[in-house]
C-alpha cells in the first residue's frame, strides 16, 4: 500500500512539473512567480488526488456482522441460598414409668382378712392360705403396701387336742406379699386372731380375740377353755416354722373362720418398690 502511494505521488509531481515547465518560456519576474504559484496548486492538486487514489484503492472493510460479534456470556446472577427447612422437633422421649424403693420397718402391724377357713380338724400341713389387706400400710405419705395386697402363707403344724391335757394348735406362717403384680418375700407372724372353738358334738362358741407369739421353738399363747395358760405342745409343733396359734382344748375343734380378722407382724424390715 504504500509503494503504490509513492509510485502515484511521483507520477503526479512530474505531470505538474512538466506542465508548468511548458507554460513559461520567459526568465521575467512575472513568469517566476507564475511558475511558484502553479508549483504550489500542483502541491494541492497532488494532495487531494493522493487522498482520492489511496481511498479507491484502499478495499472497503466490511462492517461487522451484528449476529458475528462474539457475545461475551454475562456471569449468571447470583442465586439466592435456600433458607435451610428448620430440623423438626424431636420427638418427646417417654421415659417410661418411674419407681421408687419404699422400705417398711421391722415390726410394723399390717391388719388383714382370712381368705378361707382353717381349723385343727380340716387343715392339713402344707396348706396354702391367703389373707387380703385391710388397710394400707404408709411409709410417710406414700403408700408402700396399698389396701387389697394379698399376702400367701403355708400351714405348718396341726395338733388336736386329745383331752384337757393337750391343746389344739395351728401353726402358721407367712411367706410373700404381691404388690401391683410384684412379689415380695416377708418374714410376719400373727399377733392377733379372732377364732371360733367348735366341739365335736356340734356346738360351736365365739371365742374372741387372743394374742398368739412364739420364741425359739417354745409356744407362748393362751389356752382357749378352761383355766389353764402357758400350755406346752409337744415336741414336733415346737420346731415347726411360723406362729403357733393355741386354739383348744379337750374334745374341741378351733376354727379361724373364712373373713375372721388378724393382726400380722413383720418380722423384719420390706422394701416395696412403687411407681412413682
Known sequence: MMNMRKNFS???????????????????????????MDLAMADDSLSQLEDAALQDAEPEQPEPDAQQ????????????????????????????????NLTV???TSVLVTLDQ????????????????LTAAVVVGNRVAIPAGARIRGHVTAVQKSGGSDEAAVLKLAFDEVTVDG?????????AEANPTMKGRDGTAEKVGKIGVGAAAGAILG????????????????????????VLGSEDSDAILEEGSDMTLTLDAP?????EV
Open 117 to 132: 377357713e382353717l381349723s385343727t380338724k380340716t387343715s392339713q400341713v402344707g396348706d396354702l392360705f391367703t389373707t387380703t
Open 105 to 107: 420397718a421391722g415390726g
Open 270 to 274: 420390706l422394701t416395696i418398690r412403687r
Open 182 to 190: 410384684d412379689t415380695y418375700p416377708v418374714s410376719m407372724s400373727v
Open 222 to 245: 393362751r389356752v382357749i377353755g378352761g383355766n389353764k395358760t402357758g400350755t406346752i405342745v409337744g415336741g414336733a409343733i415346737g420346731a415347726a416354722a411360723g406362729t403357733a396359734i
Open 69 to 100: 460479534q462474539p457475545q461475551t456470556q454475562q456471569p449468571p446472577a447470583a442465586q439466592p441460598r435456600p433458607r435451610p427447612e428448620p430440623e423438626p422437633e424431636p420427638e418427646p422421649v417417654d421415659p417410661g414409668p418411674q419407681f421408687e
Open 10 to 36: 511521483t507520477m503526479v509531481t512530474i505531470a505538474l512539473i512538466g506542465l508548468a515547465a511548458g507554460c513559461g518560456g520567459d526568465t521575467s519576474e512575472q513568469a517566476e512567480l507564475d511558475r511558484e
